[in-house]
């Protein structure tokens, strides 16, 4: 099948696994052809380390050969950026979120659609084995009927955000830098929201900027965003749930994800990463570490961007659906509104669940073949 032509928007840190998976062998339906960033010098070596042309946005957009953008800026350049390539008649992947105010978001689902142009957005870690194991327990009754989830995430910003400044930045903060992960994996699961309710705090705002090696140190800036969050959620299923983050404890990451039914509960691990363990508990029983049944639970970050790609060839709806990302970006916005309003947040939005991965493809061997026939 002819590969889809891919050119990557910015190559920051996070470039370099997703340019590795598509240039190794992980992700044959991509064709890495470009890279772009603001940085010219950045750019280019990344252009020579991958193989690939370094181009302007302007000329990646005007080049008829290149049918994908992969947008890895920063969270307040996606509007942007994906406007620009949508425009241009672009299909788009973009990481986490679509955009950063609620407005964007909205705008550019409804350019996608009006264009007939695919737009899929980052976590695609829900696509992961863990999550994808996880899908498969709860849609084969396991747990018996889902009634509730617990979601949980803290870590220390104040790290992390004086080297990385969009992390404190409207559009940034751990809400929608790491909400989207554990909001995705159970929106996979357990399907849309229905109402939010939410409590925000902004622990000191003004700082300064002690980090060692930072570009930044010594200076004085204010956080943008809260980084506590204490929310509760009705999915349409009637399943509850709640959600806490918290960007301003310990480096030493603590996360919790599980759903409980009426036969089982289940934990799903970290779901930033692909691969972790998935833990059953049933009644009078221990609890079993349940074999992956689905592939790729190594980084397999690009996978989104290469199941839309064999969408579009097949011509099926994609999983990592602009749908289900504005969705998950609205609740999260939604929070924000509720805690500032003192009120119950109504979804607006809703999507139809993504199908669960074929379980073929688990590994990659002669006798299996590779993880990406799950794709295709």
Not at 6 to 11: E, F, L, N, Q, S
Not at 41 to 50: G, H, L, P, T
Not at 199 to 225: C, K
Not at 310 to 334: D, L, Q
Request: one cysteine or more; a negative charge.
């Amino acid at each position: 099948m002819e590969k889809v032509k891919v050119a990557v928007v910015g190559c920051g840190t996070i470039s370099d696994i997703y340019m590795t998976n598509m240039t190794n062998g992980k992700f044959e339906i991509l064709e890495l052809v470009a890279c772009s960033d603001m940085m010219v010098q950045r750019m280019e070596e990344c252009a020579a380390k991958y193989g690939c042309k370094a181009m302007s946005l302007d000329e990646i957009c005007a080049d008829p050969e290149i049918e994908m953008v992969l947008n890895l800026t920063p969270p307040g350049a996606h509007y942007p950026v994906n406007k620009q390539c949508l425009l241009a008649g672009k299909h788009v992947f973009c990481e986490k979120m679509i955009a950063a105010e609620l407005w964007q978001g909205k705008e550019l689902v409804e350019l996608a659609e009006e264009k007939g142009l695919r737009l899929g957005v980052a976590p695609d870690t829900f696509l992961g084995a863990s999550v994808q194991t996880a899908k498969f327990i709860v849609e084969s009754g396991l747990i018996g009927t889902p009634l509730s989830c617990r979601a949980s995430i803290s870590r220390d910003y104040g790290a992390f955000g004086e080297f990385l400044p969009h992390l404190y930045k409207k559009g940034g903060g751990i809400a929608l830098d790491m909400g989207g992960y554990y909001l995705t994996a159970l929106a996979a699961i357990l399907g849309p929201a229905r109402s939010i309710a939410a409590f925000t705090a902004t622990h000191n705002p003004v700082r300064i900027n002690n980090r060692i090696g930072s570009p930044m140190m010594g200076q004085q800036y204010e956080l943008e965003v809260p980084n506590v969050l204490a929310a509760t959620i009705q999915y349409e299923s009637g399943v509850l749930g709640t959600l806490h983050m918290n960007s301003d404890t310990l480096m030493d990451e603590k996360y919790c994800l599980e759903i409980y039914g009426t036969d089982g509960i289940l934990s799903m691990g970290n779901p930033n990463n692909f691969g972790d363990p998935v833990v059953l508990k049933r009644l009078k029983r221990p609890e079993i570490e349940f074999p992956l049944s689905h592939g790729f639970d190594s980084n397999s970050r690009g996978l989104g961007a290469a199941e839309m790609a064999w969408s579009i060839r097949a011509g099926r709806p994609h999983r990592a659906s602009k749908e289900m990302a504005y969705h998950v970006f609205e609740m999260i916005h939604g929070m924000m509104i509720s805690a500032e309003q003192g009120a119950f947040y109504q979804m607006e939005s809703t999507f139809t669940p993504p199908e669960i991965l074929p379980t073929g493809g688990i590994g990659n061997s002669k006798w299996v073949g590779t993880e990406e026939r799950a794709l295709q």
